[in-house]
């Protein structure tokens, strides 16, 4: 009888903060608690969390975070991300208010100053790959790269429980390459998400079309003389900004974090989140705890 290997849910944490903080700060539903607190990114977390652990059901479970807006891509390319403003008011005291949720569930927290939450998840990704089914929830296409035989990525959609679940064949079937070339891909057109430019005039069609010619970066340098006049051009005239842009695409793997089976395992004391959820005047999040025969199923 073949062994079920364990399943890590990989959680990007600002992904889904963020996601739930704009899903109602745009009507003005904060959730202030009686400390005068805004909550409602921390409750919208919350039913995110649940809603995934429902659908999916993975026996383990880790939350990965964004350190501080300083990461060694800033060093490389100051602007990187330098179009993003500063977080909303009621959004900043819930950053360290939403860690202490997920420690009351058990569950770790996960982040390194001077790298990305992807960066993270990348390299614990790399290190579970081989005794574990590994899933990535996030709404960032980013991630998509580190799809491979153990690795799916699960998009949030709009709402709670809608989910675009990628393995590395439904990307190819969508894109036509493969999800290693997706760094090359952003290195061409760049991402104004983060604010690097890639090869100015050279968009996702014409990107595309040359890595299905030439695989990457390197098959294309190689390949000059038999491009179009015009896209030779412009690749000649960024080649710098286009080595720089594959740097600041490519997620590292080898960043030093870690986390065991053992820490990451799903069972935690309903009690203990309970409290949580008072102390912090999360209404109706208790509904949607497993039940206790459930857990026990879980664990």
């Keep these: 009888m073949q062994i079920q290997k364990p399943s890590l849910l990989l959680v ?6 963020f ?76 950053f360290d208010l939403v860690k202490e949720v997920v420690s009351s569930f058990d569950i770790p927290n996960i982040g390194l100053t001077g790298f990305e939450a992807d960066d993270c998840i990348g390299t614990i990704a790399q290190q579970a790959k081989g005794f574990a089914k590994v899933s990535i929830l996030t709404g960032d296409q980013d991630i998509l790269q580190l799809l491979d035989e153990d690795v ?44 690097y430019p890639g090869v100015k005039g050279i968009g996702e069609k014409t990107a595309l079309k040359l890595l299905k010619e030439f695989e990457h970066v390197e098959g294309i340098i190689a ?37 065991t089976l053992e820490e990451a395992e799903w069972r935690f004391v309903r009690e203990k989140v309970l409290d949580m959820f008072t102390q912090m005047e999360l209404r109706g999040l208790h509904r949607m705890l497993p039940l206790e025969e459930e857990e026990e199923v879980i664990a």
């Design 152 to 195: 799916s990525v699960i998009l949030l959609k709009k709402g709670y429980g809608n989910y675009l679940v990628h393995t590395p064949e439904s990307f190819f079937e969508e894109k036509g390459i493969t999800p290693r070339q997706m760094i090359d891909l952003k290195a061409l057109m760049g991402d104004p998400s983060d604010n």
């Design 19 to 94: 996601r739930a903080f704009y899903a109602t700060a745009m009507t003005g539903q904060f959730m202030i608690n009686s400390k005068g607190i805004p909550t409602n990114a921390i409750h919208g977390f919350t039913k995110h969390l649940l809603t995934a652990v429902s659908s999916f059901r993975p026996t383990h479970l880790a939350v990965c975070w964004d350190m501080g807006s300083k990461t060694f891509r800033t060093e490389m390319f100051q602007d990187y991300k330098s179009n993003r403003s500063e977080a909303p008011i009621e959004l900043l005291p819930q």
């Design 223 to 259: 390949n000059l003389e038999n491009l179009s006049k015009s896209h030779k051009t412009k690749i000649e005239q960024d080649l710098e900004m286009l080595y720089l842009s594959r740097k600041l695409a490519e997620i590292k793997c080898d960043v030093p974090v870690s986390v």
């Design 12 to 17: 990007d944490g600002m992904a889904l903060l």
